[in-house]
């Protein structure tokens, strides 16, 4: 199973248990309230779905999936990967087949074997799927074993690091700041400390206000010398969320060097620089899922509408559903004061410059009739790209 498939329905069947808790499912519900809402994790080791309850703690529930048609091996290794999450997460769930490749009952067996006397205290959930429904609609799912007391041991809280949303947040950064930021986590990874800000974000910094960085339009970056400290930030989640960087100290991971290995092959100006930094905003920024989110929102709205109230409404049914919470200091009935106040802010933006949608110009790419329109032929030909052939070779 490709990344992209186990991305599809990890959020198929987790976005399913959310909404069957928020309902209140007895047979799902488990501890947790109507108002638990998806959140999005830079931590690691990082879950396929996690969730927060704001009626316990703000606790969050880490879920692992595991895809079906796998030995048993593979399972029983989730079950590590879920225990793992333990220490970052107050509660905790795996989500498998019934059966493994050999017709075993795999989900059965787990649960049983979280009976045992000392692992019986152990905050995890067990849910199993039908892997025959799996393309279906709306999967099969039941609990086999569920979470009904509060957890009395504390987490780690200098891992806690969850997100309002679950995507990739974004502004301005191009490909080429990002493969220059990258080439400066490189150079100093070897400094003790938090490297982004001792070494790598004043080196950067000083290329931004002296125009030595790119926009994607490849002119100089033309930057306010004013807010530094804000732009520290919006140069450093994206790392942060694509797991180009280390969130704690800046130092570059195996995924950025493979950024940078690109970056040197075919230039960091480059279409297939470009190709694998939508593959990873897609993928693991979760842009495809908000994507589809967004796609069956603006099916079900009236039109006209124009680009801001589109984004209000967006916003608006994001929270509504769960998909991501609402913000302690602005409740859904303040958003209407203006864009800056939606969770929606650069998104598409950044999809017109990715080429993911169809748009008369290069500024225009709403349409007050119907909305945005994806492109469904450049988003297959990013997600099919194989950029490890092409180094290779």
């Known amino acids: 199973m490709s990344n992209i498939d186990h991305n599809t329905y990890s959020h198929k069947i987790g976005q399913q248990i959310l909404i069957s808790i928020r309902e209140q499912d007895k047979k799902t519900k488990q501890i947790f309230s109507d108002s638990i809402t998806r959140v999005g994790w830079n931590g690691w080791p990082q879950p396929d779905f996690v969730m927060a309850d704001p009626k316990i703690n703000n606790s969050t529930y880490a879920l692992e999936f595991k895809p079906p048609n796998k030995e048993k091996r593979e399972y029983l290794t989730g079950l ?9 997460h107050s509660y905790v769930g795996i989500i498998l087949p019934e059966l493994s490749n050999d017709n075993f009952k795999i989900a059965e067996f787990i649960a ?8 019986n205290r152990t905050p995890i959930s067990i849910f199993a799927y039908d892997q025959n429904t799996i393309n279906d609609s709306f999967v099969k799912i039941k609990l086999l074993r569920g979470i009904y007391k509060k957890r009395e041991s504390t987490i780690d809280t200098n891992l806690s690091k969850a997100n309002e949303i679950f995507w990739c947040w974004w502004r301005e950064n191009s490909p080429s700041e990002i493969f220059q930021m990258l080439e400066l986590s ?21 290329k931004l206000i002296s125009g030595e960085t790119k926009n994607w339009e490849g002119k100089s970056r033309s930057i306010s010398k004013s ?15 694509l797991n180009l960087h280390n969130p704690d100290d800046g130092r570059i991971t195996a995924l950025g060097r493979k950024f940078l290995l690109i970056g040197r092959h075919f230039g960091k100006n480059s279409s297939q620089l470009k190709t694998f930094l939508s593959q990873l905003i897609l993928i693991n920024g ?10 069956s929102f603006q099916q079900n709205i009236s039109w006209p509408m124009t680009s801001q109230n589109f984004k209000i409404e967006f916003d608006r049914y994001l929270i509504d559903n769960g998909f991501v919470k609402a913000p302690e200091k602005r409740k859904p009935s303040a958003i209407k004061t203006g864009a800056k106040l939606t969770y929606i802010r650069d998104e598409f933006k950044l999809w017109n410059k990715l080429g993911f949608l169809v748009s008369q110009n290069k500024s225009r790419y709403f349409d007050e009739k119907i909305g945005l329109t994806f492109s469904v032929s450049e988003i297959t030909r990013v997600l099919q790209d194989d950029l490890n052939f092409l180094i290779d070779n």
């Not at 590590?80 to 970052?88: E, H, I």
């Not at 049983?112 to 692992?119: M, P």
């Not at 807010?227 to 969320?241: A, C, G, V």
């Open 80 to 88: 590590g990967q879920t225990v793992a999450y333990l220490k970052s």
């Open 112 to 119: 049983e074997t979280l009976i045992i006397e000392e692992l």
């Open 227 to 241: 807010n530094e400290t804000s732009h520290k930030q919006n140069f450093k989640i994206p790392l942060n969320q």
């Open 286 to 295: 979760k842009h495809l899922e908000l994507i589809k989110i967004l796609e």
């Open 186 to 206: 490189e150079k100093y990874s070897e400094k003790i400390g938090d490297i982004y800000t001792e070494f790598v974000w004043p080196k950067f910094w000083l």
